[in-house]
């Protein structure tokens, strides 16, 4: 809960209740007159600390008793009265289940009634509008000093460069024209002489743009134009993953004979190729394909994910079991 607007809504309930209260002399407790009501509002505000503090310190909720601070609501002119919102607060409050919510609420409401305790002291603000606005007016934050409009920027040394290149060229073209108006002969040429020397430029900014364009491409793209290599057939990839194996290159075996069988199923007609499908797709797509091949093709792929992604060293053991594979898998293949 904030501070400054319980104390706001704290401020506008007593001043509808203490004028109409105040002019009753008869039956009124001392508590209702203004230095009786600050004094009231202290107590309560000690009382709610006090209430916070066993919160705090027990860690347990706490039931608050309600404390009469002024009169009866039915003596207040609006019918609202200090108690009637103190005391729908502190109901509030008593509902809070959490002991640290209710700790931080109880020491706002607080604080809220000793600064509405401290700011009935203070003078009421003016009552005419306009006095109140000249007097807002008349503080120094708003006040401003009258200032002359602003200096035009100054010339700098670059900008008078540019302007004397600007008047020299221009002078220049302007006797150029006018000697080519006063000759007609001179007029074509230089026309003409115009007319290439754009062109030229254009072929020239062309130019640029296309080698820019052609060395970025040539940047991102280092292998364009660069022949695919062939497809390996089965044989010569198992062929390779026998001579990887013989030295000691059993992870460079294992791979090979996992190329090897998908160019089997590609070349068999099986299972078309496809760079894009991880080994685990391709587990399940020749389960699909050619369902006779899933396990011996299980055992080559899970051989393969240890060498490739597994960062593992792949054992001799491990590489016969899967070239077994391998050769039991051909035939049912290739049938």
Not at 83 to 110: C, F, H, M, N, P
Not at 148 to 157: C, V
Not at 166 to 195: C, E, K, W, Y
Not at 297 to 304: E, G, L
Request: proline share 7%.
């Amino acid at each position: 809960m904030n501070v400054m607007p319980g104390a706001c809504a704290l401020l506008l309930l007593i001043a509808t209740c203490v004028r109409p209260v105040s002019a009753q002399a008869s039956g009124v407790s001392d508590a209702s007159q203004p230095a009786g009501l600050d004094q009231a509002l202290v107590r309560e505000a000690e009382q709610l600390d006090a209430a916070a503090q066993t919160a705090a310190t027990h860690h347990t909720h706490v039931s608050i008793a309600p404390i009469v601070l002024l009169v009866p609501p039915s003596q207040s002119a609006s019918g609202v009265s200090v108690d009637r919102w103190v005391k729908s607060q502190l109901q509030r409050i008593d509902r809070e289940r959490s002991s640290t919510t209710q700790e931080r609420e109880l020491r706002d409401l607080a604080e809220s009634l000793r600064r509405a305790a401290v700011d009935r002291g203070q003078p009421a603000p003016p009552d005419d509008p306009q006095v109140l606005a000249l007097s807002i007016l008349s503080q120094r934050a708003y006040a401003h000093e009258r200032t002359a409009p602003a200096p035009a920027p100054r010339e700098t040394l670059l900008d008078k460069v540019l302007k004397w290149l600007g008047g020299h060229v221009q002078d220049l073209i302007r006797a150029i024209f006018g000697a080519a108006v006063a000759v007609p002969l001179l007029g074509r040429i230089t026309v003409i002489t115009f007319i290439v020397a754009v062109a030229a430029l254009a072929v020239y900014l062309i130019y640029l743009l296309v080698s820019t364009l052609a060395r970025r491409q040539r940047k991102f793209a280092p292998n364009m134009g660069t022949p695919l290599a062939p497809l390996i057939e089965p044989h010569t990839l198992y062929e390779r993953a026998k001579a990887a194996a013989r030295a000691g290159q059993y992870a460079q075996a294992v791979a090979l004979l996992f190329q090897a069988s998908l160019r089997m199923f590609d070349g068999a007609g099986k299972l078309p190729y496809d760079a894009s499908l991880t080994p685990g797709e391709y587990r399940r797509a020749v389960r699909r394909s050619v369902a006779a091949a899933g396990d011996p093709f299980d055992q080559i792929a899970k051989t393969f994910v240890l060498a490739a992604f597994a960062e593992r060293t792949i054992t001799a053991d491990e590489y016969a079991a899967a070239d077994q594979a391998y050769v039991t898998m051909r035939p049912l293949v290739t049938a």
